[in-house]
């Protein structure tokens, strides 16, 4: 058992061999759940005034779930599982709220880990196989999860902004896709803090992006750390802090 603090932990999920297989992982976990149903109104007694987790399997019968879940209890994290064949869904979570988007097939340990990071870091986590699908948001001129404050890119702009990046900003800038906060990549690159800030903020100013979140989209989008196969690592983290 954890000996971090619990989280109030609520699973959704239909299917009942999912629903319990979410289940045996968190038990031994800080996130044991403490009700699993298939309905929302059949999870009991939810705390609406401090955080709790919902750990949500999404499809097509139930499309709002997660906004639902967001405006009832507006504290809680969010955390969407759908197959694979349903990608649709987890895109559709995101921009209701959820907090983190998985498909069913994830293993274990990144699962555990996934939650790990949004209770503790506040990231967005996205299924890095999610991308290579090339799901087209509504607005197709726009690639996102909801973000507080949007950019376009101009197509065909990657490679000159990439040129003005520097080695050390582009290195950088994948430590945070990878969902780094300044604190961890000053420690992995073994300089100070107040150094990683001058280069986050100057990789800011130089792709146009006004937060971390926005720099990990914007390196999202133009594949900059594809490995080979095409796809980049799981999870990839989207840092939705402030931080800067």
Same mark, same amino acid.
């Given at each position: 058992m954890s000996l971090e603090p619990a989280v109030p932990t609520?699973?959704?999920q239909r299917d009942?061999? /999912?629903?319990? @297989?979410?289940?045996?992982?968190?038990?031994?976990?800080?996130? $044991? =759940?403490?009700?699993?149903?298939?309905?929302? #109104?059949?999870? @009991?007694?939810? +705390?609406? %005034?401090r955080p709790v987790l919902f750990v949500v399997g999404v499809g097509p019968n139930d499309p709002t779930i997660c906004s639902r879940i967001r405006e009832h209890y507006p504290l809680a994290v969010v955390v969407a599982v759908a197959d694979e064949?349903?990608?649709?869904?987890? $895109?559709?979570?995101?921009e209701d709220g959820a907090s983190a988007a998985l498909?069913? *097939?994830?293993? =274990?340990?990144?699962?555990?880990?996934?939650l790990q990071a949004?209770?503790?870091? @506040?990231?967005?986590?996205? %299924?890095? #196989?999610? &991308? $290579?699908?090339?799901? !087209? =948001?509504?607005?197709?001129?726009?690639?996102?999860?909801?973000?507080?404050?949007?950019?376009? &890119?101009? =197509? @065909? %702009?990657?490679?000159? /902004?990439?040129? !003005?990046?520097?080695? #050390?900003?582009?290195?950088?800038?994948? #430590?945070?896709?990878?969902?780094? *906060?300044?604190k961890h990549v000053a420690r992995f690159f073994n300089i100070?803090? +107040?150094?990683v800030k001058a280069h986050v903020k100057a990789i800011l100013r130089k792709i146009?992006? $006004?937060?971390?979140?926005?720099?990990?989209?914007w390196a999202v989008h133009h594949r900059l750390f594809e490995h080979p196969n095409g796809a980049m690592s799981l999870p990839a983290l989207l840092d939705n802090s402030s931080e800067h």
């Open positions: 609520f699973i959704l009942g061999l /999912v629903r319990e @297989g979410i289940r045996l992982i968190l038990s031994t976990t800080r996130f $044991s =759940p403490q009700a699993c149903a298939i309905e929302l #109104r059949d999870l @009991g007694e939810i +705390p609406s %005034d064949s349903d990608p649709e869904s987890l $895109s559709n979570a995101l498909f069913s *097939s994830v293993s =274990p340990d990144a699962f555990v880990g996934t949004v209770i503790n870091e @506040g990231l967005v986590l996205i %299924d890095a #196989r999610l &991308w $290579s699908l090339e799901i !087209q =948001p509504k607005n197709e001129e726009r690639l996102s999860p909801p973000l507080q404050n949007e950019i376009s &890119w101009v =197509p @065909g %702009d990657e490679v000159q /902004v990439t040129k !003005q990046l520097s080695s #050390r900003e582009i290195a950088i800038l994948e #430590r945070i896709v990878q969902g780094d *906060s300044n100070a803090e +107040p150094t146009g992006a $006004s937060n971390r979140t926005q720099a990990a989209m």
